[in-house]
């Protein structure tokens, strides 16, 4: 086509290396002790981060942090003092919170007919208030840092419908409206909310649960034909408190190895 030639782009070119670091920073990620928290911490560690490993569990905490060279932190994030107190210390002892990731979640799998209150209640503590102490005490300590990330664990449960999830499911869900009001709050002072959106992962966990029939039965069923490693998603986790995702807010990024978008699901038997 004929018309004005198009000017040359002169745009600078930044240092994409530089900006998958995290030198100097200090993050805080709760549920560092076990499965993808543990290897998050290795993740932020290897890109420069300073990194809080927050666990329930003291002899896990220590551990993890003693491989990452991390700061071990005992508390309870399900529990508003013990995370006011987690944020306040970790501010004073450090200086600054830079970025905080927050892996923690666990389901118990039981049909709608057979969940009671103590088991609804159980998911939302374990799932979705955490996460809401979060952004109250983490996000306004990286604010107050000068900005910077908070990343959390979603699941596709959150996003799709299954047997036996709906507990979890809504919780998840709710994670994932709660990290995009979030973003739009926190963003006018610097701070981004995203969540890795996992489906199976195999962790120790999920190991235990579902054996090495689960595990070939998950992978059949991935268009990339194997199950998630917790590094993917701690990988996936890393992209998102890097600068590399410095434009990237209220978003859900989901790491399922593709099975979401096939259409139709496998079943048993093979029937279509």
């Known amino acids: 086509m004929n018309g004005p030639a198009e000017p040359a782009d002169t745009s600078p070119v930044p240092d994409y290396a530089t900006a998958a670091r995290l030198d100097d920073r200090v993050f805080v990620l709760l549920g560092a002790g076990n499965g993808i928290g543990r290897q998050t911490a290795h993740a932020l560690a290897a890109a420069g981060a300073r990194v809080w490993c927050v666990d329930v569990d003291e002899e896990r905490a220590r551990s993890v942090a003693d491989e990452t060279q991390g700061v071990p932190y005992v508390a309870d994030v399900t529990r508003r003092p013990a995370m006011r107190t987690l944020f306040a210390d970790a501010v004073r002892d450090a200086g600054a919170v830079h970025g905080v990731v927050d892996i923690v979640g666990m389901a118990r799998y039981a049909p709608l007919a057979g969940l009671d209150d103590a088991a609804w209640d159980w998911h939302f503590d374990l799932v979705l208030r955490h996460a809401r102490l979060a952004v109250e005490y983490g996000a306004e300590a990286v604010a107050a840092s000068g900005g910077g990330p908070l990343a959390f664990v979603a699941s596709v449960s959150g996003l799709t419908g299954a047997p036996q999830h709906a ?9 994932i409206s709660l990290v995009r009001s979030a973003a739009v709050e926190y963003g006018p002072r610097g701070v981004r909310v995203n969540a890795a959106a996992p ?64 259409f139709p699901y496998p079943t048993i038997g093979g029937a279509p």
């Open 167 to 175: 507990a979890y499911g809504a919780a998840k869900a709710g994670l």
């Open 199 to 262: 489906g199976v992962v195999w962790t120790p966990r999920v190991a235990g649960l579902l054996g090495d029939g689960g595990r070939d039965l998950n992978a059949a069923n991935a268009p990339l034909g194997r199950v998630a490693e917790p590094s993917d998603i701690a990988s996936a986790l890393l992209f998102l408190v890097s600068p590399l995702s410095s434009y990237v807010t209220g978003q859900t990024l989901v790491v399922d190895g593709g099975v979401g978008v096939k």
